[in-house]
C-alpha cells in the first residue's frame, strides 16, 4: 500500500494517546466479572446509533492494529450512515492525511481551534472506553433498588462516563436494554446556580414530553423536562430550571462529551429511541457522577433493609403512638412547609382527632441517591383512611442512614 | 476556467519515461499540434486534432494532446470523456488515468480521482507523479474532513483551487520523452520522516470532570444541633436553609438567559462606511420580512427568503427541505417571531453575517435562542444562504 507506512506510525502514535488514558472507574471491578462483560453492541438495524459508534470504534481498534485501509473503511462506512459524524469525519481526515505526510498532531488542519479538536479526541476517548469496559452483563446499578410497576423503564446517566443507560422494569428488577453516548455541561457536573453550566446530580423523573417541531432546531428531534430543582436542590439552595434531555442540531451527529449548558443531550436516533420508552411522570432520571454495579443478591440485601423500614413507618403511622411514628423522622427533617418541630406538632394535633388509621402503600419506587451518605429517594401511593378522612396522594420522602439506622430527612407530594 | 489554467502551469513536470511502448505511426501530426500550442493558439490545435481524428480515431497520442487542450480549455466534462476513452482502449496507460484523475478532482468527485490514480500507481509502481497527486488528493480530502469535523470554513471555497492547482496534468506521453527521468524523480519525491520521536505530542486526555466525592453531601443538613432551630447559624456556607426559593416551572430552555439579556448597546464598532452599513440595515430588514412571513404562516412569502444557493440544513435537497419546512410551518395555531438584537458584519462583498436572538411563542411553548444567518445579495435582493442555530 504506497509509501504511507512511515507517515502513519505516527499517527497511531497519536491515537494510541486516547486508547492508553485510563478508563477509570471500571477497574474497580472484580476480574470475574469483567470477563463476562458484553462484549460486542447490540447491532439493530442500519444507521441505528449503536451500529454508528461500533464502526468508528472498530475504526480506531483497526488503527491500534495498523490496518489503515479497514480503519478508513470502517469509517467510510459510518459517515455514509451520518456524514455529520464529527469525530468520525476527523478520523478520516487524520487517515488520509497520514497517507500523503507526515501528521503533526492530531486534526492536522491549520485553522483548527485547539478546543475543538480536544472535544473530538475527549469524545474519542468516551466512546472508546465504553467498549473496553461496557456495562457488565451479570450485575445491576445499585441506583435502581426497586422499580413501582408504573415505572416500565428508568433511565441512569453516567456523567464520568459520558453515557446514558436504558433499563427496563423486569418484577421490580432493572434489565439492562441499552446505553447510549451522552453530552453533559460544558462546566461538568454539580449544578448550583442557575446559568452555571452543569448538570445536576439526583434522582428525578420525566415531567414533560415537548414536541420537537415547536422547538428550536437545538433540541433536535426530542426534548423531556425533567424536574430539577428537586426538594433537595432546593434545599440546598440551588436554583436554574430548564434541565432537559434532548436531541442534537440537525447538522451535528454528536456533541463533545461536556458541551451543554447543563442539559443532558443525546444523538437524535439515540433521543428517539429513548423516548419510545419515556412515560411522562413516571420515568425516573438518576444522574449520577458514577455507576456503581453490585450484585443482584448485594442489591436484595439493601433493598429488603429499606422495604422493611417503609413497611415499620406505616405500621407506626396506623398504631397512632406519636413516639414511634416520629422516631422515623430525622431531627433535621424539614418538608414543604416545615421543619421537624412544626411537622411533629401539626402531626400531634391531628392524630388527637384520630379514632383509627389505616394507610397502604402501592407503586413502590425506591432509587438510590447519588450523595456522600446513604440516601434514597422512596416514593409511593398513599391510600390515607382515618375516622375523619380519606385521602389519595402520591408522596415522596428522602431517607437517610445515619448511626446505622434509617431515617426521613423530607417528605412531600410526589 | 480557473483551476485548470492553474493546472496547465504544471507543464514542467512533464516527462516520466515510462516503459509504454507506444508505436509513433504519425509521430508528425502531434508535433504539428504541439507546435500551434506553443505558439498559444489553442484553437487551431484543438481543430486540427479534430480533423485528424476522423481519419485517425485511434491515434494515442493525438487522442492524448485533444484530452489535454479540452482540459486547459476549462471543458471538464469533454476532456473528462477523452481521457476515459483512452483508459478503457489503453487500461495500462498511467498518464492518461492520472489526467483523469485531475479533472475529477477538479470536480470534487475526489473518490472517483482516488480510484484512477490507484489504478495508475498499480500498473507503475514508480510513477512519481501519480504518487505525488495521489498525496495531494488525500491532503485534500483530509481537509475536506477536517472541515465537516471542527464545522470549518463554511464559506471559503477558495481552499479548494489552491490545492488543486499542486496537482499535476501530464501534458504528453511519458514514452515521447527522450530524456529518461525515473531515477531522478524518484529520488525528489519526498523522504518519508523518520519514526518520530515517541514522546512527542502524546497527550492524555485530561479527565473528563469528576465530582467530588461531596456530592449532595447532606452532613451540614444532619449534623445542625438538634436544638430548635431558630436562626441557623450552620458553618456550611452551601446550605441556605431558608430560602428555598421555589422558581416557577418555566419551560423555556434555560441556556443563554445570562447572554441574553444583554441590551446594552454593542461595543463601540471601528468606523465603518455609510453604504456598508446601509446594506446591513438592508439585510437585517429582509430578516425581518422573513420573521413577519413565518409568523403569518405565508409559507410560499417565507420560502422567497432562501437564496437558491440556500445550503440545506442536513444537505438534503431543496425540495424535500422546502416540504419539510411547509409541514412545520404550516400547523395550527397562532405563532409570534420575533428578531431581537440583530448584529449584522460584513463578510464579503453582497455577503452579510447576521446574529440575532429568535424569539419564538406559540400557545404551547416559546423560546429565545441565539441563531445566526448569513444573507447574500442577489438582483438586490437580499437572501439567507445559510441559517444556523447557536453561535
Keep these: 500500500m504506497l509509501r504511507v507506512a512511515p507517515f502513519i506510525r505516527f499517527f497511531v502514535l497519536l491515537w494510541i494517546a486516547v486508547f492508553a488514558a485510563p478508563v477509570g472507574s471500571m477497574s474497580a471491578l472484580p476480574m470475574d466479572v469483567i470477563r463476562t462483560i458484553r462484549e460486542e453492541p447490540n447491532l439493530q438495524g442500519e444507521g441505528s446509533s449503536s451500529n454508528l459508534e461500533a464502526l468508528v470504534v472498530q475504526s480506531l481498534k483497526s488503527i491500534r492494529q495498523q490496518r489503515f485501509d479497514d480503519a478508513l473503511d470502517l469509517i467510510d462506512r459510518a459517515l455514509d450512515i451520518n456524514p455529520s459524524f464529527r469525530l468520525a469525519q476527523m478520523i478520516k481526515g487524520d487517515l488520509l492525511l497520514a497517507r500523503a505526510r507526515p501528521l503533526e498532531s492530531l486534526g492536522n488542519v491549520s485553522d483548527a481551534p485547539p478546543e475543538a479538536v480536544e472535544d473530538l479526541r475527549r469524545e474519542a476517548f468516551v466512546r472508546l472506553a465504553r467498549y473496553e469496559a461496557p456495562p457488565p452483563v451479570n450485575l445491576v446499578p445499585d441506583a435502581l433498588l426497586e422499580l413501582s410497576p408504573q415505572q416500565k423503564y428508568a433511565v441512569l446517566v453516567d456523567t464520568g462516563r459520558s453515557r446514558v443507560y436504558l433499563f427496563e422494569n423486569r418484577d421490580g428488577n432493572p434489565r439492562y436494554i441499552s446505553d447510549y453516548y451522552v453530552t453533559i455541561g460544558k462546566l461538568g457536573t454539580e449544578k448550583q446556580k442557575e446559568g452555571d453550566k452543569r448538570t445536576p446530580l439526583g434522582v428525578y423523573h420525566v415531567t414533560r414530553s415537548l414536541d420537537p417541531d415547536t422547538l428550536p432546531d437545538l433540541y433536535g428531534d426530542g426534548a423531556y423536562p425533567i424536574n430539577y430543582p428537586n426538594a433537595l436542590d432546593r434545599k440546598f439552595g440551588r436554583t436554574g430550571y430548564g434541565i432537559w434531555l434532548h436531541g442534537s442540531p440537525s447538522d451535528t451527529y454528536s456533541r463533545p462529551p461536556q458541551a451543554s449548558d447543563g442539559c443532558v443531550v443525546l444523538t437524535n436516533p439515540d433521543i428517539v429511541d429513548l423516548g419510545k420508552r419515556i412515560q411522562v411522570g413516571f420515568t425516573p432520571v438518576v444522574i449520577a457522577p458514577k455507576v456503581n454495579w453490585v450484585k443482584m443478591s448485594e442489591r436484595e440485601i439493601l433493598r429488603r433493609e429499606l422495604q422493611e423500614e417503609i413497611e415499620t413507618w406505616r405500621q407506626d403511622w396506623e398504631s397512632r403512638d406519636m413516639g414511634r411514628y416520629l422516631s422515623h423522622y430525622a431531627d433535621q427533617f424539614w418538608s414543604d412547609d416545615g421543619n421537624f418541630s412544626q411537622w411533629r406538632e401539626q402531626k400531634q394535633r391531628v392524630n388527637q382527632g384520630k379514632s383509627w388509621v389505616k394507610v397502604e402503600l402501592s407503586n413502590l419506587s425506591i432509587l438510590r441517591y447519588p450523595a456522600a451518605q446513604p440516601m434514597v429517594e422512596v416514593s409511593f401511593d398513599q391510600n390515607y383512611q382515618s375516622n375523619n378522612l380519606k385521602q389519595v396522594i402520591r408522596k415522596r420522602q428522602y431517607w437517610v442512614k445515619q448511626d446505622q439506622d434509617w431515617k426521613i430527612v423530607y417528605e412531600g407530594a410526589g | 476556467m480557473i483551476v485548470m489554467r492553474r493546472i496547465s502551469l504544471s507543464l514542467g513536470i512533464a516527462a516520466t519515461a515510462l516503459m509504454l ?320 438584537q440583530p448584529v449584522a458584519k460584513t463578510i464579503a462583498k453582497d455577503q452579510v453575517e447576521i446574529r440575532f436572538r429568535q424569539r419564538y411563542r406559540s400557545s404551547t411553548f416559546s423560546a429565545n435562542s441565539a441563531k445566526s444567518v448569513l444573507m447574500t445579495r442577489q438582483a438586490g435582493k437580499w437572501q439567507i444562504l445559510e441559517e444556523s442555530v447557536g453561535r
Excluded at chain 2, 452599513?277 to 425581518?288: C, D, G
Aim: glycine share 2%; proline share 10%.
Design chain 2, 21 to 340: 511502448c507506444v508505436t509513433p505511426a504519425h509521430a508528425d501530426e502531434s508535433a504539428e499540434i504541439d507546435k500551434l500550442l506553443r505558439q498559444g493558439q489553442t484553437a487551431q490545435a484543438l481543430q486540427r486534432a479534430n480533423q485528424w481524428l476522423t481519419q485517425h480515431p485511434k491515434d494515442l497520442k493525438v487522442r492524448f494532446r485533444r484530452g489535454v487542450i479540452l482540459a486547459d480549455q476549462g471543458r471538464l466534462n469533454e476532456a473528462i470523456v477523452q481521457f476515459a476513452e483512452l483508459s478503457r482502449d489503453h487500461p495500462n496507460l498511467a498518464e492518461a488515468r492520472n489526467n483523469l484523475a485531475v479533472l475529477y478532482a477538479a470536480r470534487g468527485e475526489f473518490d472517483k480521482a482516488q480510484r484512477e490514480l490507484e489504478q495508475a500507481i498499480a500498473s507503475h509502481p514508480a510513477y512519481a507523479t501519480a504518487h505525488r497527486n495521489l498525496g495531494e488528493l488525500y491532503e485534500r480530502m483530509a481537509k475536506q474532513a477536517y472541515d465537516k469535523a471542527l464545522n470549518l470554513n463554511k464559506t471559503a471555497p477558495s481552499a479548494t483551487e489552491n490545492n488543486l492547482s499542486r496537482l499535476a496534468l501530464m501534458r504528453g506521453l511519458a514514452s515521447e520523452s527522450t530524456s529518461p527521468q525515473i531515477a531522478r524523480l524518484a529520488a525528489a519525491t519526498p523522504t518519508p520522516a523518520a519514526t518520530p520521536p515517541a514522546n512527542k505530542t502524546v497527550v492524555t486526555p485530561p479527565p473528563i470532570t469528576t465530582p467530588s466525592t461531596t456530592v449532595n453531601n447532606l452532613a451540614p443538613l444532619l449534623k445542625s444541633p438538634p436544638a430548635p432551630p431558630a436562626t441557623a447559624k450552620t458553618e456550611a456556607p452551601a446550605v441556605k436553609a431558608e430560602p428555598a426559593k421555589t422558581e416557577p416551572a418555566k419551560v423555556e430552555p434555560k441556556p443563554t438567559a445570562a447572554t441574553a439579556v444583554k441590551p446594552s448597546a454593542e461595543p463601540a464598532t471601528p468606523p465603518v462606511n455609510p453604504a456598508q452599513q446601509a446594506e446591513e440595515q438592508a439585510a437585517i430588514a429582509a430578516l425581518k420580512a422573513w420573521a413577519d412571513a413565518w409568523a403569518a404562516k405565508d409559507v410560499n412569502r417565507y420560502l422567497t427568503f432562501y437564496a437558491p444557493a440556500f445550503r440545506t440544513p442536513k444537505g438534503e435537497s431543496r425540495s424535500a427541505w422546502e416540504a419539510s419546512r411547509r409541514v412545520r410551518i404550516d400547523k395550527p395555531g397562532q405563532i409570534e417571531v420575533e428578531i431581537l
